[in-house]
């Protein structure tokens, strides 16, 4: 079976890049531009992974985690945010709601694909890139 993510990302130009990037791996990729768009094909076929922006028009920050784990508490999230430093300590707290990893923005290519790896295997990863 293959295996397959979905890129909830609003930046059409990096939900594109990570779809290439994803394809390139043999992964199935679904891709949406917010939660909303991303929760009726994710609740036909569960991803083995999902990567989600966590800044979107229209939602707390963490709103789109807490609503993966509701429906589908086996999914294994990957947050990326360019907004991860201030009072709180964003991705601990993405880490409590139930992210596996966390990634800031920017990042390369090759970051994605070092901590996309890892949840297949049931690893959880650390990097914070």
């Not at 930046?11 to 009726?40: C, G, Q, T, W």
């Not at 994710?42 to 707390?60: L, N």
């Not at 784990?69 to 990326?80: D, G, L, R, T």
């Amino acid at each position: 079976m293959a295996k397959s993510v979905l890129i909830i990302e609003d930046d059409i130009s990096l939900r594109n890049a990570l779809r290439e990037i994803f394809e390139d791996m043999n992964y199935e990729v679904y891709a949406a531009s917010n939660d909303n768009e991303a929760l009726a094909p994710y609740s036909r076929t569960a991803a083995d992974i999902v990567v989600t922006d966590t800044y979107m028009p229209g939602k707390d920050e963490l709103e789109t985690i807490r609503e993966i784990k509701k429906e589908f508490p086996e999914a294994k999230i990957i947050v990326m945010s360019g907004i991860y430093k201030g009072e709180w300590d964003f991705f601990q707290v993405a880490r409590y709601l139930g992210a596996i990893a966390c990634l800031g923005k920017p990042f390369e290519s090759d970051d994605i694909i070092s901590i996309v790896d890892f949840p297949l295997d049931g690893n959880e990863s650390e990097n914070t890139a």
